[in-house]
């Protein structure tokens, strides 16, 4: 019976990976694809969908484009694996057999166990959140007025927040609609822990934007009204009414993947996995948001596109060599760089073979439009890419 390989997930590092395992076995084992969608979302390209639902025919590339007919794809849900009885098993009650196993389902959203969050937040992980992020602001922009304004809040300053921001800011504009933003981040700067220059370009470009800015409070408390930022044993929270509210404030582990017997870190959930790609169980190997991919002591690659673009090519390689018992080939994250939108704008920084550490303006507009074209292209078609670059 020949190899069966499974992989699990349709994100960068599961497309990645099985572009990467057609290649290499070429019929050597069979590949089996399981993803509860049946298209490769551009994920850092989705909250283009906030301002305009129409991009989703862009970012969303249909599974037939993307993988060989070779392939078998399952479009199903992973509600579990067992990785003694080798099986995933699947919300409709059926289960896939695997000799190697890709886990690369990505992450789920992190809500810390802050009182209503959860409940009363929306997220932005797929097209179907993007779709409510519009519907809810159109709707509440709807009831507005310009001397009483519907309020927007975006929970978290990373690269998600922002973005999200920048979007609901351009759909505020393009429909000169009543909305006011404010974006509440936990730490003292938007995008944290990163090159202070970048972080006031930023800065700049959202206040242009006319979104407020609430930086080094932690949100505390949700309600169905109010979001309660800061307060402790002697200080009341900050109260803020809201009529539109999107968390992004972090990742954690898939809920499929939480019973499944690897090693995994105790707070986030995700799976430990060596700078090959390899678990605590060796038919078994993940990547990308799923995984804390070792980069050396003490540090881990970052929960990025970019990065697991990046890692999937190897991890897709190390799989084939698995199967033919060859060493295992280690990854090391290369930061090329890293481009921001704020709307239809955008900041650069730290690009390979560019000079200048940040810029913005139209170099970094299109910047941010040949990495989306540059990925649709390699996992689906030129002409694609072609066709998504008015949008992106």
Known sequence: MSTQVVVLGSGYAGTGAIQRLESELGGEAE??????HDYHLVLHEVHRCISTPSVESKVAIPIDEVKSSSTEFVESRVTGVDVDERTVELDDGGSID??????AVGSATAFYGIDGLEEHSLELKGLDDAREIH???????????SSEPAVAVVGGAGLSGIQTAGEIAEYRDEHDAPVEIVLVEGLDQVLPNNDPELQGALRR???????????GEFVSKVDEETIYVG??????????AYDVFVWTGGITGQEEIADCDLDKDERSNRIHAESD???????????????????????????????AWQAADVAGENVARAIRGQPLKTWTHDDKGTVVSVGEDAVAHGVDGIPINVFGGRP???????????????VASFSRAIDAWGDM
């Open 135 to 145: 519907e809810r602001v159109a709707d509440a922009a709807e009831g507005a007025t």
């Open 31 to 36: 590949i089996t694809w399981v993803s509860e």
């Open 98 to 103: 695997y000799d190697y196993l890709l886990v």
């Open 231 to 240: 307060g402790g044993e002697e200080e009341a929270p900050e109260e803020l």
């Open 364 to 378: 970094a507009r299109m910047l941010k439009k040949a990495i989306a074209a540059r990925w649709i292209a390699d």
């Open 277 to 307: 790609f390899q678990t605590s169980d060796d038919r078994v190997f993940a990547l990308g948001d799923t995984a804390l991919v070792e980069q050396g002591p003490d540090a881990i690659a970052p929960p990025t596109a970019q990065a």
């Open 205 to 215: 470009r959202l206040e242009d934007r006319g979104i407020e800015i609430k930086c």
